[in-house]
């Protein structure tokens, strides 16, 4: 099973950039989109962003995020630029493979007004 560890989180001000990082196991790790969730207490988590061949993010990250992806590397990354209060949360990683999805413990992100 594809084992996933998130880094890059902090604490920055608004209008400020992060670049979050996560490392896959897997020689397999090509073959599988990776994706990007975020959970702040009392919210249901939210989907942020998916790569596979191609990348899609949802509406409230669209223009400030990138996600990319390092195949050699097996490492997955998201540049959030232009970072909200509301951007604030515990981001995870996420494997959608054969065997089901695999997610990473988290890295916590606080972005300050």
């Known amino acids: 099973q594809e084992q996933l560890v998130e880094s890059g989180g902090g604490s920055v001000q608004a209008g400020g950039s992060l670049r979050l990082s996560c490392a896959a196991s897997?020689?397999?790790?090509?073959?599988?989109?990776i994706s990007w969730f975020r959970q702040t207490p009392g919210r249901e988590r939210e989907f942020v962003a998916t790569?596979?061949?191609?990348?899609t993010y949802a509406d409230s990250v669209k223009g400030r995020f990138t996600i990319s992806r390092d195949n050699a590397k097996k490492m997955v990354y998201l540049q959030m630029n232009s970072l909200k209060p509301e951007d604030t949360g515990v981001y995870y990683c996420?494997?959608?493979?054969?065997?089901?999805?695999?997610w990473g413990r988290g890295t916590q992100v606080t972005v300050s007004s």
């Open positions: 996420v494997a959608s493979t054969a065997l089901g999805s695999s």
């Open positions: 897997q020689r397999t790790f090509s073959s599988y989109a």
């Open positions: 790569i596979s061949s191609a990348a």
